[in-house]
């Protein structure tokens, strides 16, 4: 009895520290490689992003704020003007991941219905076909839409021998072009969230609402959009960031003429070999999105006390 | 086949169904008839019943009023007026969801505002109407809770509130009560007779629970194989079933098929396939039945009893089982010929408790005019 009573709360204290220890087992390997190869990383680009740039690359150790006032358009010294290049690059890319967002949503929202009121076996066939894709290179898959995109590509040669056109129309190296490709090589990364919350959305919900008087659209706009919304903004965040730092897909097919930011900053550290600037625009571009992302866990953090009430 | 449907004499029907035929494709193939020429009109302010085991077409039917089946062929008519083909929001009726249905991203009140808010009732109506109906169901106060905070049975009202919110010509119940506990369920079927009779809304409950459904109804339909066996007040249902499957579904009966072997104007002997005869008044209504015509025959156990009365007729069994179930005991014997025969025994009836153990004769008396004579199923 008194050794039961004693030994109870010691065992107690053994489960929790090896509970304990698990956790931290369990953990260490994600936190190991995101230490390695993430934090550290950045780490090293915060520093070189203010350090001054060397002369075939590399940095020399003192502080240099100019490649920020560069980014931003602001004269550096004497005889320059202010210069927004960088600013209307920067405002360029978001537009066109913006858009990208936009257009992966609008053909995988209604497919994400499509699919999921499919049979079971027809709803896997469909889902293995949408990560098909992801078999093949990115590369050869971007390939083949510069052979579908180019003067003499498939377009426009069907169009040419119907009739419809007698000058080859120029679709490649736009941002039409670049749009296009984004939106292919991502559209599997807006389908998955959006379908999982649309597959767990309660159909009873849908005709509850009907039942209740609301049309069709009343219904989406009350019932369906607000219940599949975590998926939606899932989705596009998780297609925005990459669409925004792409830069294989602009340079293949938006050419020379056509550049994103991804670009810019590979040129800096591969051609212009300007490391702190590299570093200054890739931080630029971190801010962007991480001030995005603060603005929508505010919004998601507040719609959830609406819908918690009184908790 | 037992039914007919009423002719409308100047009753007010605010629902007609007529012939209504529906079939659905099965997954594995082949198709299953749901509702087969159903014909059935509901009373303005009663609250009827579909009552039958799953698959009789009872939620087909109620799905089809509400407006999410349509019917195959046949007529769907609210207050004369020919609603087959509207969509759900168009029609002035509610549906109590079996699962309830309540909308997770909104609260208790928002849940109950909703039907107001698509209508564009203006805010003051709105929240006057919406405490007003969470105050009818018990939950005034809960309305900024969320749903998923509230336990099974308030879900059930906040499902209820948001429904009779619309004052909705006719209230469907989809086997609201099924996934509540039983004690729950009682009160709960109390309280929706009581609120049926409150609002004067005309209720359809569909429900597999025969206990359920002689509770609370004004009359029940009793359905199966996509037909209507009965319709008709409970004690019609359990006293004068229509057919076999009726007597079966409906309590506990002691059933038997066999033929009529004699008959005056007064008195039938049935002898039955299980071996026994029964003597019996002849009813009102049985006059066609000649002798040598098939009947089944149903003889409720709580009118056999352990002593004889005026006008009893005897039957003598052997004891084979006695089951204690608090104020009654249900006896189980079987007849020197085999047939066997349920009995009940309130025990509050009797001083000393008689011997009924297994293995014991014993003499069952019923009295003549017990016995109910259907007409034989044409299946059977």
Known sequence: MSIAAISAPVEHASQAARRRRNLALMLAPITLLLGIFFVVPLGIMALYSVLTPGLYGGVEWSFYPYSYGRVLGAPLGAGEVFDPVYLEILLRSLKMAFLTVLLTLLISYPAAFWVSGLSPARRNLAMFLITLPFFANLLIRIYAWMLILRPSGVINTVLKELGLIDKPMMMIFSEGAVVIGLVYVLLPFMFLPVYASVERLDRSLVQASADLGATPLQTFRRVILPLTLPGIIGGSIIVFIPALGNFVVASLLGGAKVLMFGNIITQQFLQARNWPFGAALAMMVMATVLVMLFIYVFKVMRSDQRTAGGR | ?380
């Open chain 2, 1 to 380: 086949m037992g039914y007919a449907a009423p002719a409308a004499t100047g009753e007010r029907h605010i629902i007609r169904i007529e012939a209504a035929s529906k079939a659905f494709r099965a997954p594995e193939g082949g198709v299953v008839t749901a509702l087969d020429r159903v014909s059935l009109a509901i009373r303005g302010n009663e609250f009827l019943t579909l009552l039958g085991p799953s698959g009789c077409g009872k939620t087909t039917l109620l799905r089809a009023i509400g407006g999410f089946e349509d019917f195959d062929s046949g007529g769907l008519y609210l207050d004369g007026q020919s609603i087959a083909g509207l969509p759900p929001y168009r029609r002035p009726i509610n549906t109590v969801f079996q699962n309830y249905a309540l909308f997770p991203h909104l609260s208790v009140a928002q849940n109950v505002a909703y039907g107001l808010e698509v209508a564009g009732v203006g805010k003051a109506e709105r929240e006057g109407r919406v405490a007003a109906a969470l105050d009818m169901v018990g939950l005034a106060g809960m309305g900024q809770r969320n749903p998923r905070q509230l336990s099974g049975g308030q879900q059930q009202r906040v499902a209820l509130a948001r429904a009779i919110v619309n004052r909705p010509k006719v209230l469907l119940l989809d086997e609201p009560l099924s996934a509540l506990d039983r004690q729950l369920r009682q009160s709960m079927q109390i309280e929706l007779k009581n609120l049926q009779h409150e609002l004067g809304i005309t209720f359809v409950f569909v429900t597999h629970d025969q206990e359920e459904a002689l509770t609370m109804s004004d009359r029940i339909a009793v359905m199966n194989r996509g037909t209507i066996q009965q319709l008709g007040a409970p004690d019609e249902i359990y006293d004068r079933p229509a057919n076999r499957f009726v007597a079966g579904f409906i309590g506990i009966s002691n059933l038997y098929a066999g033929r009529i072997a004699a008959s005056d104007s007064d008195t039938l002997r049935v002898d039955c396939a299980e071996g026994i005869s029964l003597l019996m008044r002849r009813q009102a209504g049985t006059a066609a039945l000649a002798e040598g015509s098939a009947v089944d025959i149903v003889l409720r156990p709580e009118h056999l009893s352990l002593t004889p009365g005026s006008k009893t007729v005897p039957i003598d069994a052997t004891i084979e089982q006695s089951v204690f179930v608090g104020s009654d005991l249900h006896v189980l014997a079987r007849t020197g010929s085999g047939a066997p025969i349920r009995a009940l025994y309130r025990r509050s009836q009797a001083e000393h408790e008689p011997a009924l153990q297994p293995g014991a004769p014993v003499t069952l008396h019923y009295p003549v005019t017990a016995p109910h004579l259907m007409p034989a199923d044409a299946a059977s």
